[in-house]
């Protein structure tokens, strides 16, 4: 009994002693705060899909003889359009979830993604989606701001740490209000429009959704990233993502322009032409 007595403290006090080194290498504004000021980006397939999943064909599927098939629209992108398989990031796993009307628009929007989805039209990401496209972004902080720049549509957010008050319009960014809890930065989003979606597989929201946010440092180069999801007007119950971002460390690490509305013009605009292009 003692022996384990023994064992369990040398546990308790190592634990502690790699808290406190962790603790120790973040790194820190001049009034104590984590400085999480950098490049960041995550490395999952939440932009796929936030619910679990196998890999699948194609981003967009039609019935095939046997199983499903790649859909026409997408069919030449080949594997560069498939989905790779995921756990997920819903925290306690599971579906978002959806009432049954929203489920069933959420299936529809994944059956006709390459013209719903409006990351495909360059439309900015909204939260919490920005987070988790596969594109770096930027925070730059100070004692008393905290804004983040993100390389996808050059979308960016300031989040307010000295309460304004609520939002006067619906954005595509939304509104954000921070606080510190400790070391925990925990930002109330509102205001989001309901053009946005959370994923390539069609999940949807209402105009009603807020989100809250809480970024934790948990070394020099990591942030534990959570998103809690509520929306009455589609959701039976809100839910919670979980994530960690990375720091990108390499030397020349910056965001590079990707304004991407230029890219689309043609599948926008290009019906227009007086003598349009082949589609």
Known sequence: MKALVNFLTLALALLLATSTAIAQNIPRLSNGLPDMSGIWQVLNEANYDLEPHIARHSLQMREGPVNPVPDIPTLRLGAVGAVPGSMGVIVGGGKIPYTPQARALKEENMANWIDRDPEVKCYMPGVPRATYMPMPFQIIQSENDFFIAYQFAGAVRDIFLDNPGSSQVDSWMGWSVGQWEGDTLVVEVTGLGDQTWL?????????????????????????????????????????????????????????????????????????????????
């Open 199 to 279: 994923d390539r597989a069609g999940s949807h929201h209402s105009y009603q959704m807020r989100v809250i946010e809480r970024y934790t440092m948990i070394g020099p180069n990591h942030i534990d990233y959570e998103a809690t999801i509520e929306d009455p007007l589609v959701l039976s119950e809100p839910f919670t993502i979980k994530m960690p971002l990375y720091r990108r460390i390499e030397e020349n690490a910056r965001l590079m322009d990707f304004r991407c509305v230029e890219f689309v013009e043609e599948l926008i605009y290009g019906e227009a032409r007086r003598y349009p292009l082949p589609r």
